[in-house]
């Protein structure tokens, strides 16, 4: 699976696209006020959400790793509590 490349005068930048991503994500928002939060129309919105999702789904099998021995676990665990703060977290959710 391949994502599409964006065109070079392409209006919303990739900055914007996965902004909107972001926002609609990690927040309990709708599609329609992530775009109007970021300033563009919810159709396009819908579009450039769909285009990181996509582009995360083919990046991920190459992009990331599951520890497998038990030292790798607890370097894992503890380097992302150091990090970020948050406890216990070793792997990440699927995208869909």
Known sequence: MRHERIHHNAKIGNHKRVAVS???LSTSSTIDSAA???GMSKSNAV???NQVL???QCSVRHMTYMPHTEAEII?????FER???F?????LPMVP
């Open 87 to 91: 406890p216990d977290v070793v792997g």
């Open 36 to 38: 109007s939060l970021l």
């Open 22 to 24: 972001l926002v609609y």
């Open 47 to 49: 579009m450039y959400i």
């Open 83 to 85: 990090i970020a703060g």
């Open 75 to 79: 370097f894992v665990r503890t380097g």
């Open 54 to 56: 996509k582009a995360l």
